[in-house]
Every structure is written in C-alpha cells, then in structure tokens.
C-alpha cells in the first residue's frame, strides 16, 4: 500500500484509484448515512475523489490513507447539507434504498431508525465507531472533537436509539 | 451493536459507484497538470535528510541509574517528556521483576513505577517468541485493559486511567514497551502491595480482548514519591478574540499542569445538550503536535503552537496527556516538568506572553 501511496503521489491516477477503490464503499456508506440520497451521496464520493487526488501529496503517512479520505468525506458531506438546508424532502429515499429482504430483522435498531433519529453528528460518530470499528481517540481525531465529547455524543445516540426501541415495543 | 454495522451494510452500493471516482480523479488530473507533481518529487527527499539528522542529533543523556531498567524508556519512542525527565533525575522504584503468562506465551517485564499525589506510572515490556505483538495493547483508557491494586488486607480496587500513557511496538525483537498512567497510589506507601493488570486490548479492525492477568508485587517505596505543587492564579489573556483564564497552575516532577477556562469550550447542539468543544486555544496548541505511527506524539518543530518558557528555556507539551478529563468549559493543558519556577512565561502562537508569576 505505500508504494501505492507513493507512486499517487507522483501523480499515478492508476496507483490512486486502485487505492481508493478500496475504500470507496465505505465512503459512499459514510456519505449516505450524513446526506440520506443515493445521488448527493455519489457526488460526495466524486468530490473525495477529486480533493483526494488533488493534495494527496499533504498526506505525511500512508498508513492515514483511509482516515484521511473518511475525514475528507465527512467535510464534503457537511458541505452537502448546508447546500441544501433550504430544500425539503416530502418522501426520504432511504425508503427505497433500504433493501427488503428483512427476512432477518430481529434486530433492535434499523438503519431507518438511526437516519431519523440521529443528529448528523450523531450518526457519523456511530458509524466510525461501529462500521469503521475506529477506537475513541481515532474518531476524535477524525472529526476534530475531544474525546469526551465524541463519547458523551455516541453514548447520548445509543440512548436515543434505544429508547426509540422501547417505544416501538411499547405500541407493538 | 454488530445488527448497527449489519443494518449500515444494508445501504445498497449503486452501480456507478466507481465511476464517479474515477470522475473526480479526472477533473483533478485535469486542473492539477504536472508542474506540481514535479515539485513534490524534489520536496520528498529534502524532507527525508531533515529526518536523518534530527535522528542523528539526538543524544540521550546517560546516567548511571537507567542501567537498571529499559533505556527505551527514555528514549524518543516515548511520548512523554514528564516521564522522561523524572528518569532522567533519577525518580521512581525500580521494580526489575518478570512474569510469564503461559497460556499467552508472554513475558513481562516490570521495570519501574513512579507516583505522585495525583498520578502513577508503571513502566514495563512485554514480548513473546510465538505470538504477534504488533496489536497488542494494555489500553486501559479506551480498551478492555483494567489495571487494580490489591493491599495486603486482600483489598482490591480498580485505579482508573488518566492520559493515555505511552506506547511503543519493537517489530523486530516483536516487544511492546508501555508506561501506563493512572490513579496515585501514594496512599499505599510503605506496604506491600500488589498490581494487577487485568486483560490485553487487541486493536486490529476493531477492537477484541484476550482475559489474563500480569502480576507485579513489591512494597511501595516513600522515598520515590514527588510532590506537587499547585498554585492559583486567574489571570486573564485574549487570544483571536477568545477570553482564556489561567485557573491554576499545578508542578510536578512528572508535569506542568495549566487548567484553563474560555470563552468558547462549550458547544451547544440544536436540543441544547452542551459539550466540551475544541476551542482556539486548544487547536493553537494541537498546532505543534506531530503524530509518529507506533511511538504517539511529538513536537512538530518549527510550527507555532503554544509552550512554556522557563528562564530562556524551552518546555514542551505532553500530548500523550491530551483528552485529561476535566469540566465541562474547561481545558486542561499540560507541559513537561519545570525546574526554575519562579520566572515561567506561557507563551501562545509568537506574539502572547503571559507571565505565570502571581
């Protein structure tokens, strides 16, 4: 991965490429879950790819390659929605996005549930913490938050969560 | 909270996916051209000679002392330049005792304990001819690592972390050295006690453990333990339109503490749950911080950060004391040892100096 690393940063777009489609799945799951739509969130990878390429040779160590471009999605995923602060979706199309085949949906929490229950702040601390399996002190690095808060705010979503479980038992 | 990770598996990957990376790609080859990759080419190798001769300066001092536990200790794989100083003076017990875990075919070698009234180190290694070390870990400030001490009474009490220590994996001799940083335990002085390490954090794609427990008894020396003193101060400065308020100025032989309150610590999301947030101050201070993959943090020399000056003398952060729980608004900002107290100047960025004379 470093001679990648290196040989991107010479200019390689191959070498990069090959990199970064390594990673792209879960730039684009990381994209989703800020902006909810299948079409900002492809625009957020097209963008990490695009500020990627173009200042990788400020990337110091190549074993920040992934973190590095998760940082960089989650700036340009807060950019997509201060765009579009002002428009308003009469149908969320993670609706449709969200596969059926629920056959094995004992599950506690859904991916519904944690797009309209979370903050966007919330959201990305639990996906790097439990998608990414990043530990405390890489996310606060991530998202520039000390590590209490980036814990005080995972424990207030899980909280969030759950009592939305509670609730949906409650009227079941 | 693996149906989370499974539920976040649920988003479905369009097809285009890469495409869109490759368009990206594209318009920044586009508007980048190739003058700068040429320039990056000649910047990599001046940046490599600055590496090589910042190694070659550095020259630990040597003394008679250190002969009886790990040099590495002191060595610039250690991120902590408190626990360097005060080995270098000659503080802390040495310990010298080694424990095999069979069942983890590990060996562990204790080496060194130091505590004040507000914190304890313990020094030790471990290494293994069988098992990778690599992801090994005795995390006990995010992992499942706990470290405990039992007294002679058969007491035993979980001692919680502060900082996160420092760490250092060898690839070669596949040995991980480890200062653990947790609660004082100078009330003990004069017994006999023991430390236990309670299990070993994996961190490798997420986080697993593996359940044992590392042993070490001795009787705490008073001899070793430092003191500290603490000194109020409030004084007050501004910096980029912040109003920052030293609180209190604690010395140690193993830190220079500042607790610090401002204008702009706390954020508040839109329920009105406030958090501790980055404030200027700090991200000033995080400014000269360097990350080196497997030793932890260092100062990035030649960036504007903020540091102590003690009579001409510069002192350095301990980043590994970063995240140090404090209250809600305030930040606490610590530094390595100081010996000349009474003329200590904080300085922020090239231009503030503030006096942490009363």
Redesign the interface.
Known sequence: MIRLVQKA???N?KA??KL??KY??DI??MA??YVKN?SDA??V???????A??KI?TLK?P??FKSWLLRIAITCSIDVIRKNKQVVHLKPEYNE???LEDDDIP?????QE?LEQL?E?ERSI??L???E?Y???EI?ELV??????VK??LY?A?AKLRKECKEADFYE | ??????????????K???E??????????H??G?K??LF??L??PAAACVLIVSTLSFTPVGAAIKEAYDKIFESKHIDDPGLKAALKDGHGQVITQTYFDKENEITVHFENVITDNAETKLLFTFESETTNLEPYYIDI???SSKMFIVTEDGGRKELKNIG?GSRHYNKEENKVATALSFDSIKEYEGQAIRLEIEDITI?N???DEIKTVWPVSFTLDKTYITDREIVELNKEFTFENETYTIKQVEYSELETKLIIKGSDMI?T???G?Q????SKL?LQFLNARQ?N?GSGYTVAEGKSGVFLNASGERINPNFSK??V??ELGTFIMVFAPVKDRSNLVLEVGDDIKIPLSK
């Open positions: 940063q010479n200019g777009d990069f490429l970064f489609q792209e799945v684009y799951r989703y879950v299948e492809l625009d990878v097209q963008e990490v790819a695009y500020k390429f173009k040779d160590n074993d920040f996005m969200i596969g599950l506690s929490i859904t991916l944690l903050n702040h639990v996906m913490k439990f998608y399996g530990s405390f002190k606060a520039n938050m000390p590590l209490g808060s005080s705010v207030r899980l | 909270m693996s149906n989370l990770k499974r539920e976040i598996e649920k988003i479905k990957i369009p285009g996916l890469h869109r990376a490759k368009l990206g790609v594209k318009q920044a080859k508007e980048r190739g700068n990759f990056n080419k910047v990599i400030f995010e992992g996160w961190w794609e997420g986080m954020y999301d839109e329920d749950v958090y501790q947030q980055k700090e990350i993959p970063g995240e729980d404090s």
